[in-house]
């Protein structure tokens, strides 16, 4: 029978206490986290943005992205005032106070100056990186989604794809140094002699040389493809499936070939997908310094990445500055200082912007796409 | 067949049966779709494809265009399908050109998410047509057909995505005898349809019929009534009597037949 003492209950339920402990325990780690997170980039949004703007117009102090990485010079005049100038600047005041004395000089390594170097060398290790990795990747998700029949190897295939995607990037690190800097094959007339094998190709006097790259912008491209391989090939398959099956239903019904079908009537519809989850990998390819350091990055370089050089292509061969690396010598290498905060939060600053800017990119690209491509 | 079969061999050729399936078995991996199925299919006439669900319509369908041959483990195990006399499944003949002459129309409409122009000039542009007037009538030409041009014609730019339900079913039609097949197989292509679009495409069909050869699968028995002139009634993967529509509707000679009609099962 319906009883109604049973289903009023009077006074707190069974159970609320526990529930309210439970409750505030959940609540609060998780404005831990946030304030950890608020905290950190306060501070670094504190010290740092001041670097990169500026009270008047334009507002933003392009001096500092635009000009190249120099040593900080910090002394004092006669007159006792202090003076903090870059290497060329120093040097050029030397050259008019010829004979004056100065007190107290102390220098900073790469606090001076901007970052020019260090971004363009990101810019190009990501293009590099991007176009290997798109090229392999999409095709590589085309055949898992499109050809392969779906057997127990392809599983296992697509498995241990999905593995790589969890090895830390210093192993990766150590895979491109391993295999890009010191094996892969070069075409040479001179061979290095740690060339660990070489074969005659009997065209002059050249040699297929098994010597690697070297640490250069090449090697340091192909190490963070792979590292991202795993990424884009996941992604592209996912955007590959959800187009539906019958665009390719239909288009093998009027008399297309497979690769037309997917030409025509599966590519254009992921390729929106597949450039969004790109834009993410940017973000981290362009992050990482485990892969670069031992394959591509340099702490200090006089030129930006395509000056000096005999041939264009001499760029892929040399090494370069990035953004990821200059942040951990800034930090690990030099001895921190009121003058070399600038340099240190400003590059910091510069990277969680373009990060950011990354980010927030592929969310709206991907809003607008969701909006956009409905079937 | 223009592409397909170039020189098919007279004594073959009969010359009023487009498509004949004779003593078909067919297998999805281990489980039997359809058994020991006769049928000749006539030409420039239309056929429904009638029974109860599971039993094997849309199966001997996408046999007759080879579509099953996407099916990984899907296969005939016995007998075979002559469209003008020619095996189809002989080494010997190239699918994607198969298919060029057998169009196809599917139960849930699914032009591509382009203009609607795109969208009939597709099959074209796979022959490789790249003249702008031949593709411009050709494309005019299958939207009258499919009845739909007097609705798109101001609009042939628009993304296909925003006709309604019909007019894209009927779009897939005109995407479909664009391209001028021989025969055309419709899976139920007015399931999704209200009784004005439906009685459109059949209309469209009735129009249709003395140029292309019609199967249509339907599970509506008016519909069947009305547009066909055979009907072949399924029951569990066997073809269980097949015949003039006016004599299966009126007289069928088999009580299975009569009882599924009458709507008494399935
Ligand atoms: N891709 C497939 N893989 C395995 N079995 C299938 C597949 N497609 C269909 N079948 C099976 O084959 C049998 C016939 O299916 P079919 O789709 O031809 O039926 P149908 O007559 O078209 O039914 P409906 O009227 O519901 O469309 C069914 O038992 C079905 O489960
Ligand atoms: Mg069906």
Same mark, same amino acid.
């Given at each position: ?375 | ?62 046999? +007759? ?17 002559? +469209?003008?006399?020619?095996? +189809? ?8 050109? &198969? ?35 031949? +593709? ?6 299958? &939207? ?123």
């Amino acid at each position: 029978m319906f009883d109604p003492e049973k289903l009023i209950r009077k006074g707190l339920p069974k159970g609320h206490f526990k529930d309210l402990v439970v409750r505030s325990l959940l609540g609060g780690t998780t404005y831990f986290v946030v304030i950890i997170a608020a905290l950190l980039f306060g501070k670094i949004l504190i010290d740092g943005a001041p670097v990169l703007f500026k009270a008047e117009a334009p507002f933003v102090d392009f001096e500092f992205l635009t000009s190249k990485n120099q040593t900080l010079h910090v002394f004092d005049d006669a007159q006792g005032t202090r003076h903090q100038l870059p290497a060329s600047e120093y040097s050029a005041y030397l050259a008019k106070h010829e004979g004056v004395p100065i007190h107290n000089e102390q220098t900073y390594s790469y606090s001076g100056g901007g970052i020019a170097g260090p971004i363009a060398g990101t810019a190009l290790l990501t293009l590099g990186s991007m176009i290997l990795a798109l090229f392999f990747g999409v095709s590589a998700a085309i055949y898992l989604s499109e050809y392969a029949k779906q057997s127990p190897f392809i599983h296992a295939v697509r498995l241990a794809i999905l593995n790589l995607a969890g090895i830390p990037s210093i192993v990766f690190g150590l895979f491109g140094f391993s295999v890009f800097v010191l094996a892969v094959p070069v075409i040479t007339a001179t061979p290095s002699d740690r060339s660990l094998l070489t074969l005659p190709l009997f065209i002059g006097d050249y040699v297929m040389s098994f010597q690697g790259w070297n640490s250069s912008l090449m090697a340091g491209c192909a190490t963070l493809a792979c590292m991202i391989l795993p990424v884009i090939i996941t992604a592209s398959e996912e955007s590959l499936r959800a187009v539906p099956q019958g665009f390719r239903d239909a288009s093998l019904a009027m008399g297309a070939t497979r690769w037309q079908t997917i030409r025509k009537c599966v590519l254009p519809f992921s390729l929106p997908g597949i450039l969004t989850s790109s834009l993410l990998a940017i973000t981290r390819v362009a992050g990482e310094t485990a892969p670069i350091m031992f394959t591509a990055a340099v702490a200090a370089k006089d030129d930006l990445p395509w000056q000096g050089l005999k041939s264009p292509f001499d760029v892929l061969s040399s090494q370069v500055q990035a953004l990821p690396y200059h942040i951990y010598t800034l930090a690990a290498r030099i001895p921190s200082s009121e003058f070399t905060q600038r340099a240190q939060y400003g590059s910091v600053f510069v990277f969680l912007l373009l990060v950011a800017t990354l980010s927030l990119g592929s969310m709206i690209l991907r809003a607008k796409l969701r909006a956009k491509l409905k079937w | 067949m223009h592409d397909t079969m170039h020189h098919p061999p007279a004594s073959l050729q009969e010359a009023c049966t487009s498509v004949a399936v004779h003593d078909l078995d067919f297998c999805y991996g281990a489980s039997q779709a359809l058994t020991g199925i006769n049928l000749e299919i006539p030409a420039n006439s239309v056929t429904a494809f009638i029974g109860p669900s599971g039993c094997g319509k849309s199966t001997l369908l996408r046999c +007759i265009n080879r579509m099953n041959d996407e099916i990984p483990a899907a296969r005939i195990t016995r007998g075979g399908i002559r +469209i003008s006399g020619i095996d +189809i499944y002989d080494p010997s003949v190239d699918v994607v050109k &198969l298919r060029r002459d057998v169009g196809m129309v599917f139960q849930k409409s699914n032009p591509f998410p382009r203009s609607i122009y795109e969208n009939v000039a597709f099959g074209l542009r796979l022959r490789g047509e790249r003249h702008k007037t031949l +593709i411009d009538q050709a494309v005019e030409g299958a &939207l009258r057909a499919s009845a739909l041009w007097d609705e798109v014609k101001d609009r042939l730019h628009e993304s296909a995505l925003g006709l309604s339900g019909g007019q894209q079913q009927r779009l897939c039609i005109a995407r479909t005898i664009a391209v001028k097949p021989e025969v055309i197989l419709m899976d139920e292509p007015c399931s999704a349809l209200d009784p004005i679009a439906t009685a459109k495409v059949e209309d469209l069909i009735w129009d249709l019929k003395n140029d292309y050869t019609f199967v249509i699968v339907t599970h509506n028995m008016q519909q069947a009534a009305r547009v066909s002139d055979k009907t072949a009634f399924f029951y569990m993967g066997e073809l269980i009597e097949s015949s003039d529509t006016s004599k299966m509707f009126s007289n069928p000679s088999i009580k299975k037949t009569e009882e599924y009609i009458s709507g008494r099962f399935g």
